[in-house]
């Protein structure tokens, strides 16, 4: 026997040691448990997030032309979409701190399989809304807020490294969906490509959540990063990651209010590049067909995943603000260089450097809020700072498609460049916030080894 000192995942919810999923039952314990989760986290992501995410671009061209709708038509249910998706992960962030992440793991992954699938079936405009609202639901509350709030309670010291594991299916998923579904396209339409592609993210995903996750590592009995003694370089007050934050409390910090501006910025900015990319790269002066153009988007995958794997490999030790400012700028020359260069490989070798910033931007929002908030109220603030971020993103892909239609490519792309740079400067008043309250912390517990 050995003394665990164990802690509350929410309030109302009582610690379970020596039960969990399957795998948690079978395993050996030679290897720390939370790096099977961020492994299951990967699965996930690869399906749901590369469906519902990465498919919005996929989709795009094909609306347009199975249907004869416009750019505003729909850029505007992708804009939905994203400022769906924002509410739901407003709403869903508390209850996922009380109630923990695996149940809206689970209506993330039927709903996104739902909302994919029935985008094959679109005949009417509403049509089309409706099933994006599905998938903004599903990606709202049951794919990047649970997961990370599940890296978060799982990982104080190697957050970073976990996350770069769990968020690497996603990159994943758009190096190799987009192309599959690209091909599908092509030889079915959207008919053939979206059920395909809904049936894919229920069948690879729900058999991973029941079988490997567990919500948190105090219902098995074990402790954050297994226990182990932090590194000497770690960054992280563990204390302060006790700490249990409000929405009031977490608003009336400054940090808050420049971390959200920032990703609201950053995020308008990279969200409606990388859903117009795929059209974009098919006009005849770039790339000029779908297949070149997917191509390109699975080279901005590929560089995302290279560039997630080093960042991570050091991100622990940084300051989470600069890193975020350099990776904005970098966005910036990216979305600058697409205007300016025409050759085959240069337009692959600016796709690469987006694909540097877009996993990257993503995993330093999550571990800038873990870093100054803690891992107790995650869910809670990043919620909000993700409802933000997505309505970012929703009123940059509105905002994009009204004016490609009004000026084309050109002036839009300038603006996004310019609105990373702000953000760039922004991000660096995210510093550590005033102390909220303590956590009141069960009394130790025996724990069988």
């Known amino acids: 026997m050995r003394s665990v000192t164990s802690f509350r995942s929410a309030p109302g919810v009582r610690p ?5 999923p399957l795998l948690a039952r079978l395993s050996s314990g030679r290897v720390f448990y939370g790096w099977y989760v961020a492994f299951a986290c990967t699965v996930m992501m690869y399906v749901t ?12 061209r094909p609306l347009k032309e199975e249907h004869d709708w416009s750019n505003a038509v729909v850029s505007g249910a992708t804009g939905t979409f994203f400022l769906l998706s924002g509410v739901a992960s407003f709403a869903a962030g508390p209850k996922i701190d009380r109630f923990g992440p695996r149940v809206f793991l689970g209506l993330g992954i039927t709903l996104t399989a739902i909302g994919a699938a029935s985008v094959g079936f679109v005949t009417q405009i509403w049509h089309l809304y409706l099933a994006y609202a599905l998938l903004a639901v599903a990606y709202g509350m049951g794919a990047v807020v649970p997961v990370s709030t599940l890296m978060s309670r799982w990982f104080i010291h190697n957050r970073a490294k976990a996350m770069m594991v769990s968020s690497t299916g996603v990159s994943l998923g758009g190096a190799t969906l987009v192309p599959i579904g690209a091909k599908l396209i092509d030889r079915g339409g959207l008919s053939l490509a979206a059920p395909i592609l809904g049936l894919l993210v229920f069948v690879v995903a729900m058999p991973v959540l029941l079988l490997v996750v567990s919500a948190s590592p105090d219902d098995l009995g074990l402790e954050p990063d297994g226990g182990a003694a932090p590194p000497a370089s770690s960054r992280l007050d563990v204390a302060s990651q006790y700490r249990v934050w409000s929405r009031k409390d977490a608003m009336g910090s400054a940090s808050f209010w420049a971390i959200t501006a920032a990703f609201f910025l950053a995020l308008a900015a990279q969200t409606a590049v990388l859903i117009y990319q795929l059209a974009f790269l098919q006009e005849d002066d770039k790339l000029g067909s779908r297949g070149a153009a997917a191509l390109a988007v699975t080279t901005t995958t590929i560089g995302s995943i290279v560039a997630r794997v080093v960042v991570s490999m050091f991100a622990d030790r940084l300051d989470k603000r600069f890193m975020a400012s350099v990776l904005f700028v970098l966005q ?9 260069v025409h050759s085959t490989v240069m337009i692959y070798l600016v796709a690469m450097i987006f694909g540097f910033t877009i996993g990257n931007i993503y995993m330093a929002q999550s571990l800038l809020v873990g870093e100054l908030y803690g891992l107790m109220s995650f869910g809670t603030v990043y919620g909000m700072v993700s409802l ?25 792309f300038l603006l996004l460049a310019g609105a990373d740079l702000v953000a760039a400067v922004v991000v660096l008043g995210a510093v550590k916030p005033a102390p909220a309250r303590d956590l009141v912390r069960a009394e130790p517990v025996a724990v069988g080894v």
């Open 16 to 20: 379970t040691p020596g039960r969990g």
């Open 388 to 412: 933000v971020g997505q309505l970012g993103s929703g009123l940059g892909l509105i905002g994009m498609g009204r004016l490609i239609d009004a000026h084309g490519y050109n002036l839009p």
């Open 332 to 340: 910036a020359v990216a979305i600058s260089g697409y205007l300016l």
């Open 49 to 60: 997030v590369g469906v519902s995410y990465y498919g919005l671009s996929l989709f795009l």
